[in-house]
C-alpha cells in the first residue's frame, strides 16, 4: 500500500504530461535553467488531496476521523482508500517577489514582507527558494534552509522592467518545487509578493494555474495595491489562492502581516490527507474538479485545490 499511496500522490503533484510539456512555449533561457527537467509520465489511477479544515473563525480543527468526510469528483460521491491527519510536515516554499516598475513605489515594503516572512514561518526542516520576476523570472536564490542567504537573496533586489507573473509561476513550480520527492512526504507552498499584473509572460494564467495544481501547491499571495478599491491584478491574485486553496491578503504595511504570516504557517503544518481512487477512472489529461465536505457541518470551512489533472494514457 506504501508503494501505491506514493505513486498517487506523485500523480496527484501531477508532472505534466511529455507532449504538454513538449508544445508549451519555453521561457528566456537565461532566466530558466535548461537542464531541470522534472517531468515524469505515470499511468495511476489514483488521486491524493491534501486540505485543511477550520471554525468560522479560523481556528483549525484537527481531531476529525476518515467517517467525518466525503468525497465528490465532479459530483459523484468517490471511496476514500486512505486517510491521515498530517502535521509538522516539512515545507518547500517558493518566495516570489515583483520587482517589475510597476510596484516600484512599494518595493521595499515586498522586501520587508518577503524577510519578515521568511524568518517568522521557516525552520530547519523547511528549504525555501526566492524568485524575482519583471520581464522573465530569475532565481535569486536555489533551496535552502539558511535564513540569512534568503534574506540576503531578497535585500540584493532591485526594481525595473515588465512583469512575467504566470512565467514565475510556472518556473517555481516545475523547477524548485517539484524536486524533492515522494512527494506527498512535503507540504508546498508559493508565497508571491505582486500586484497581480502581468504584461510580459510567455505562458497565460491557465498554464501556470496547470502546474501549480500538477506540483500540488498552495498558493498565499501579498498584494501590494493600498488603495482599497479591488483591480485586476487582486483578480488575479485571489484566482490562483483560492483555486490552490490559498488565501490572499492586502496589508497597508509589514506590521499588519505577523498575524497572516502565523497563520500560513499553521495552516501548511494542519492538513488532512485523503487518498482514493476515481470513479470511474479516466486517463484523458483533463481537470477534474474534486469537492471535500465534512458530513453533517455547516460550521467548518474545508480548503483545498479544486481538482487534479487525469494522466494521459
Known sequence: MKKLFFLSAVLCAGFAPMEAQQNAPQAPASKIDPNSDPRIVLDVNRVNMLFTVSDKKGRFITNLTRDDFEIFEEKKPQNII?????????????????????????????????????????????????????????????LTSDTAKLAQAVRDLRPGGGTALYDAIFFACRDKLMQDQPMHKFRRALIVISDGEDNQSRYSRDQ?????????????????????????GDKVLKYFAEETGG???????????????????????????????????????????????VKNRKDVVV????GYYAPRS
Open 208 to 232: 501556470a494555474l496547470e502546474l501549480a495544481h500538477k506540483a500540488d501547491v498552495v498558493m498565499y499571495a501579498i498584494s501590494t495595491n493600498i488603495s482599497r478599491i479591488s483591480s485586476d
Open 303 to 306: 480548503r483545498a485545490k479544486k
Open 82 to 142: 486512505e486517510f491521515v491527519s498530517e502535521s509538522d510536515l516539512p515545507l518547500r516554499l517558493a518566495v516570489l517577489i515583483d520587482t517589475s516598475n510597476s510596484i516600484r513605489d512599494r518595493f521595499k515594503f515586498q522586501q520587508e514582507a518577503a524577510v519578515e516572512f521568511i524568518n517568522s514561518v521557516m525552520r530547519p526542516q523547511d528549504k525555501a527558494v526566492v524568485v524575482s520576476f519583471d520581464t522573465g523570472p530569475e532565481l535569486v536564490q536555489d
Open 247 to 293: 488565501l490572499v491578503f492586502f496589508p497597508l504595511k509589514v506590521q499588519d502581516l505577523a498575524q497572516s504570516f502565523e497563520n500560513i504557517a499553521n495552516e501548511l503544518r494542519h492538513q488532512y490527507n485523503v487518498l482514493y481512487r476515481p470513479e470511474p477512472a479516466k486517463a484523458d489529461g483533463l481537470f477534474h474538479p474534486v469537492t471535500i465536505k
